[in-house]
């Protein structure tokens, strides 16, 4: 059974940083894609980043290229977010998504599989 466990959300002020982890288990994405979605109050979830364990090639929504870096670590099975120069509208649960083997489009449209999610809440 696969399981993907957030953890890393929290309060800031809005110029600051926090690092997100998703740790999966269950079996490993060697060939498949891992990512971050984001949810805000009365909104849809949306996509925020991805990247594909393999090559390691990565995609991010227009709103945070800049300021988030999505990376993983093959040996732990260990996906981060890492969030500067947070705004505000960044406020969200965030949730680690897993699936493949396919491309970003697939991924972006209907993961695999779901985190429970991580609040992160930005003041302004």
């Known amino acids: 059974q696969v399981q993907l466990v957030e953890s890393g959300g929290g309060l800031v002020q809005a110029g600051g940083s926090l690092r997100l982890s998703c740790a999966a288990s269950?079996?490993?994405?060697?060939?498949?894609?891992m990512g971050w979605f984001r949810q805000a109050p009365g909104k849809e979830r949306e996509f925020v980043a991805s990247?594909?364990?393999?090559?390691?090639?990565?995609y991010y929504v227009d709103s945070v290229k800049g300021r988030f870096t999505i990376s993983r670590d093959n040996a732990k099975n260990t996906m981060y977010l890492q969030m500067n120069s947070l705004k505000p509208e960044d406020t969200a649960v965030y949730y680690c998504?897993?699936?493949?083997?396919?491309?970003?489009?697939?991924?972006?449209?209907?993961?695999?599989?779901w985190g429970q999610g991580t609040q992160v809440t930005v003041s302004s």
């Open positions: 269950g079996r490993t994405f060697s060939s498949g894609i």
């Open positions: 990247i594909s364990w393999s090559v390691g090639s990565t």
């Open positions: 998504a897993a699936g493949g083997p396919y491309g970003n489009s697939r991924f972006q449209s209907r993961p695999d599989y």
